[in-house]
């Protein structure tokens, strides 16, 4: 296949949906030579901030010269950003060939009744996994789809285990409250390998210390193990300090704002000092170098100025509720215009509950073509009189700006969907 035939291709298995399970992705990875025992990985679960604790991890593992692989989900523009080695996006010509190779595989092993059709996002494991052992990355950083025990990237026993946090997202596969959602976290967590995570409450936090008793696994908790404080902090970035152990104190630079990004930093220098503890490369110098270069799209992310423009996939309450903290910080008195769109299936009353005040004007748009996607009018009559339904997101961007003048600011946000579409319309380049 060629790079457009690999599209089609992938665009086909949606309509096999999700189906959380190992049996399709390890019949598929045996075909292919196992490639993910070639790895040394890190595995990241957990309901938000495993793409930035993912992308911090790997400028770390990159500032101390090593080749990083990374693969995350879901993209905003392009498969390709789903596959990253050294900060470059996987090219046209090797995602093809590795989607050709796999879907020769998917088709022997379903052909020969070895296995059902294995879902569009085991196939972008299964070729992730063969690129990077292919460019003999290292390491890889490898982010959870969705939960973890079913996952199919939980096929790798990785060197440390990150579950991020446990909070009310994916209800319908991961369960109805928090104990069942952190089982499923829990189920990256492998014997003997250590754990962090910035977990809290009983529910969520036993689940995932218990698991991590049975499997011998040392769990490195936020808040007791390690922590971060603030020293100072604006849109353009922050300081912090990191406490951990009994005499580890040391001062970070971070360019993501938003005091949620102090903890994920935090949980992926931890991480990258237990890989440090085996490998010497990862020295000291290159935590603070890399955490200071990380750099994470679509999350609290300013791409213009007067008025400033805010990027933010926050498409549950939890993120709903971390973009207003956001807001409230560092626009307490500006006008404050959305551009808004969801998912259908999202908390959506919940998010615009959190995120929306009396006074804020609201330009609501469908975040993109899918049927999940909320339409306008309905999310409009969520909001109020305050919301008014877009025709198209250039026009909700356009009058957003307009309403919010010179010193407001714009939040484009409710869905990583929403803030693909807008990327993918360069409204960004016209800021």
């Known amino acids: 296949m ?28 045996k075909e292919l030579g196992e490639p993910q025992k070639n790895l040394r990985t890190v595995h990241i679960a957990g309901t938000n901030g495993k793409g930035s604790v993912a992308g911090i991890i ?19 523009v392009r498969y390709n950003e789903r596959m990253n080695i050294d900060g470059e996006d996987i090219s046209d010509a090797d995602f093809a060939a590795m989607l050709s190779e796999v879907k020769a595989a998917a088709e022997k092993i379903t052909a020969q009744g070895r296995s059902e059709q294995p879902t569009q996002f085991e196939i972008l494991t299964a070729a992730a996994f063969l690129w990077f052992a292919r460019k003999e990355t290292d390491y890889a950083v490898i982010e959870v789809g969705l939960g973890g025990l079913w996952d199919s990237t939980n096929v790798i026993t990785p060197l440390v285990s990150v579950i991020t ?3 009310h997202d994916h209800m319908d596969r991961c369960g109805p409250d928090l104990a069942h959602i952190a089982m499923q976290k829990a189920g990256i967590i492998k014997e003997g390998v250590p754990v962090v995570t910035a977990a809290a409450g009983d529910e969520a936090l036993g689940m995932i210390a218990a698991t991590a008793a049975l499997k011998g696994a040392p769990c490195y908790l936020y808040g007791k193990a390690f922590r971060g404080e603030e020293e100072e902090s604006s849109m353009a970035g922050q300081r912090f300090t990191l406490r951990a152990g009994t005499n580890y104190v040391s001062s970070y630079e971070l360019s993501l704002p938003g005091e949620h990004q102090i903890v994920n930093a935090s949980l992926a220098i931890v991480a990258a000092r237990l890989l440090g503890k085996k490998d010497g ?5 290159a935590l603070h170098a890399g955490c200071a270069a990380a750099r994470w799209p679509g999350r609290l992310e300013r791409i213009a100025s007067r008025p400033d423009v805010i990027l933010d996939g926050a498409h549950n309450l939890e993120g709903a509720q971390t973009l207003r903290r956001a807001l409230d910080k560092f626009y307490p008195g500006q006008q404050r215009t959305f551009v808004l769109g969801m998912m259908a299936d999202k908390d959506m009353a919940g998010v615009i509950a959190a995120l929306i005040r009396p006074q804020d004007k609201v330009f609501t748009v469908r975040a993109d073509e899918s049927s999940r996607a909320a339409t306008a009018e309905v999310l409009a009559e969520l909001i109020g009189p305050n919301a008014a339904a877009a025709e198209d997101l250039a026009a909700a961007y356009e009058a957003a700006e307009k309403t919010s003048g010179p010193e407001g600011v714009v939040c484009v946000c409710g869905s990583l969907y929403l803030i693909g579409s807008f990327k993918r319309l360069g409204l960004q380049e016209k800021s």
Do not use: C, M, W
């Not at 992938?10 to 189906?19: E, M, P, Q, Y």
């Not at 790997?58 to 905003?76: E, R, V």
């Not at 490369?281 to 110098?285: A, V």
């Open 281 to 285: 490369r990862i020295t000291e110098e």
């Open 165 to 167: 946090n446990v909070q």
């Open 58 to 76: 790997a400028a770390i593992l990159q500032a101390a010269g090593l080749k990083t692989g990374k693969f995350t989900s879901p993209h905003l």
């Open 2 to 29: 060629d790079y457009k035939e690999s599209l089609a291709y992938l665009d086909s298995l949606g309509k096999f949906g999700i189906h959380l399970g190992l049996e399709r992705i390890e019949t598929l990875l």
